[in-house]
């Protein structure tokens, strides 16, 4: 789906559309570098760019200082580093192999952000497509903040009860990559 055109057009198929914008709590602090790298391995890379993505991330350590006490070196083993180029395109690779399993629901994923869209027609899919994606989460070292997750619905005519995550009904937002 892309932009405003294909959005309205959807209306055109079906009179409701049901949005769930998702967060995961700190995406870019919990990737798991091992799982990214094995993933990026599935795409087929060339062989020195999967090398140089690989030394990019191996060899980080983290201590701590406080009242002039070091703590011993750790090695990091989660999280891509904040402001690097890489940053967005890791966690799209990480997000690549969550995919939507119903026949015409929308996933749209932009960097960290991912957007479910789900027509009137599949209405009834949404529960077990969010149990799905919080599995998903939960194998990649994420979690979805309810918090900061929203749901919005789109209609012509009536309206829709019900809400998912315990997440908020919003009444505007930015939908990033839709």
């Known amino acids: 789906m892309e932009g405003q055109t294909n959005f309205v057009s959807l209306f055109k198929w079906d009179f409701l559309y049901i949005f769930i914008l998702l967060d995961f709590s700190k995406a870019f602090d919990t990737v798991r570098q091992s799982s990214l790298l094995h993933k990026l391995a599935q ?5 020195h760019i999967c090398n140089w993505l690989a030394n990019f991330f191996c060899n980080d350590c ?9 703590s011993f070196l750790l090695d990091i ?18 997000a ?3 995919t939507s399993c ?12 991912t957007n479910l869209i789900i027509p009137a027609s599949n209405e009834s899919s949404r529960h077990i497509k969010l149990v799905n994606i919080q599995y998903w989460a939960k194998q990649n ?3 979805i903040n309810c918090d900061k997750s929203c749901e919005i619905v789109f209609t012509i005519a009536g309206g829709c ?18």
């Open 62 to 70: 983290h201590c701590t200082l406080f009242h002039d006490q070091q």
């Open 77 to 94: 083993t989660s999280s891509i580093i904040q402001g690097s180029a890489v940053r967005p395109a890791t966690y799209v690779v990480t």
């Open 161 to 178: 009860d019900g809400m998912l995550l315990n997440c908020h009904h919003c009444q505007e937002s930015c939908v990033v990559g839709a």
């Open 102 to 113: 119903v026949s015409g629901n929308f996933l749209c994923k932009y960097a960290d952000d």
């Open 43 to 47: 795409l087929n890379f060339p062989d």
């Open 141 to 143: 070292n994420l979690k």
């Open 96 to 98: 690549g192999d969550l």
